[in-house]
Nanobody, 116 residues
């Protein structure tokens, strides 16, 4: 069972990045999924969550209108489109099963996003 994030990198303020999370070894379509992030010296926070079929989405107030979560159950992949990036979006981004980090059964290793 594995989640592998990719797509992180360095970008200037106002730029965009698209994160991917490839799932293997689990029935991906049966899981709500979430994106989380942890900035240096700060607690890990939820960024966005999505229902099993993608019909319901939720966002943290700080990213609403700028980030879009989506999924492709045929490809077992979760996405996070990040637009209008701000310096304060700098963090390690993780994907995980479930909508709460403490409840997740599987978590990725994280991908670094740096906005500067």
């Amino acid at each position: 069972v594995q989640l592998v994030e990719s797509g992180g990198g360095s970008v200037q303020p106002g730029g965009s990045l698209r994160l991917s999370c490839a799932a293997s070894g689990l029935d991906f379509s049966n899981y709500c999924m979430g994106w989380f992030r942890q900035a240096p010296g700060k607690e890990r926070d939820g960024v966005a969550g999505i229902s099993t079929d993608g019909s319901s989405k939720d966002y943290a107030g700080s990213v609403g209108g700028r980030f879009t979560i989506s999924r492709d159950n045929t490809k077992n992949t979760l996405y996070l489109q990040m637009d209008s990036l701000k310096i304060e979006d700098t963090a390690v981004y993780y994907c995980a099963t479930g909508l709460a980090w403490t409840d997740s059964s599987t978590r990725g290793q994280g991908t670094q996003v740096t906005v500067s």
